[in-house]
């Protein structure tokens, strides 16, 4: 449908912080690997580990930051988050002897394995975009094409004020999402992107203690410098967990490191992801997807090459 040029052209934290609750003595222990792991499992064929290896090689393993613009605000749970969560296709759950079985969800879910396409947009909208609610609504055509301008702006530098793209009708996400859920679920990305996500090449590496360490202190910096983050939780080569959420929020004591998230999978409150600081390892409490225990974290959407 063609949208008037004059019609385009006039549209251009908080929530209470969880209690942490995952720790080396409270996560739960890690279960039997399900038969099939929820996010994406499937794609990493042998052959597609050899394509990623040599993408790997030629990109390195650089950790520099680009110049960072401070947000105009702090993300906002209830407001910077969709109302829409990224399904499961299977429903996993712990059978009579304690082993964490999985199986397929039926009716099939028709909005499922999003994950990275949600947090990669949650994210590119806090940076780029300005919800006006003073603006009147304007017409599907003109959402679709304010969606594609969205999502196809840089997620690792925010655009200048003057230049964000503004959205008319909504105050923020949230409301935006309640509304023109199937816009944005249309308009966000195809699941294929989840596959193809360009950091995906640092998960076949063992991820040390060390490593750890230095990715908790660079998620505490980056926290300060350009909120929010994005992170893969993954288990390689198990894939018990292979998900990406968005670090918003943090709060830390001389034993643990509390990492406030949104989880795509869950649009009513946060989740928590806890480095526990005497181990060097990142933990993750028991939920619908995951049976509990240790995950190993990176940031992507930061660098040229993740």
Not at 183 to 200: D, E, F, I, M, N
Not at 283 to 288: E, H
Request: net charge positive.
């Amino acid at each position: 449908m063609h949208v008037h040029r004059k019609v385009v052209m006039q549209f251009r934290r908080h929530n209470e912080p969880r209690r942490c609750l995952a720790s080396p003595k409270a996560a739960t222990p890690d279960k039997q690997t399900p038969p099939r792991a929820q996010s994406f499992a499937s794609w990493f064929s042998s052959a597609g580990a050899a394509l990623v290896l040599v993408l790997a090689l030629v990109c390195g393993c650089t950790t520099t930051h680009p110049p960072a613009v401070a947000p105009y605000r702090t993300f906002d749970f209830q407001k910077d988050t969709f109302s829409f969560p990224n399904e499961l296709i299977w429903t996993y759950q712990y059978d009579t002897n304690g082993n964490w079985t999985t199986h397929r969800r039926d009716p099939r879910p028709n909005y499922a394995q999003h994950c990275f396409v949600l947090a990669r947009s949650a994210r590119q909208f806090f940076l780029n975009a300005r919800f006006d609610a003073s603006q009147p609504t304007a017409d599907e055509a003109t959402y679709r094409l304010l969606i594609r301008r969205v999502v196809s702006s840089n997620p690792r530098k925010a655009l200048p004020e003057m230049e964000k793209i503004v959205i008319p009708g909504y105050s923020d996400v949230r409301s935006f999402s309640r509304q023109q859920e199937e816009l944005l679920k249309a308009g966000c990305g195809g699941g294929w992107q989840s596959y193809v996500q360009r950091g995906h090449w640092r998960m076949i590496f063992p991820f040390s203690r060390r490593h750890q360490a230095t990715m908790a202190q660079q998620l505490l910096d980056d926290l300060e410098r350009d909120p929010p983050l994005i992170v893969h939780l993954v288990r390689f080569p198990q894939l018990t967990i292979n998900h990406a959420v968005v670090i918003f929020g943090s709060s830390q004591n001389e034993k643990e490191i509390c990492f406030r998230a949104y989880d795509p999978n869950h649009t009513t409150q946060p989740s928590v992801i806890t480095y526990d600081r005497t181990s060097r390892t990142f933990f993750l409490t028991a939920n619908d997807y995951f049976p509990g225990g240790r995950v190993d974290v990176y940031e992507v959407y930061y660098n040229w090459d993740h």
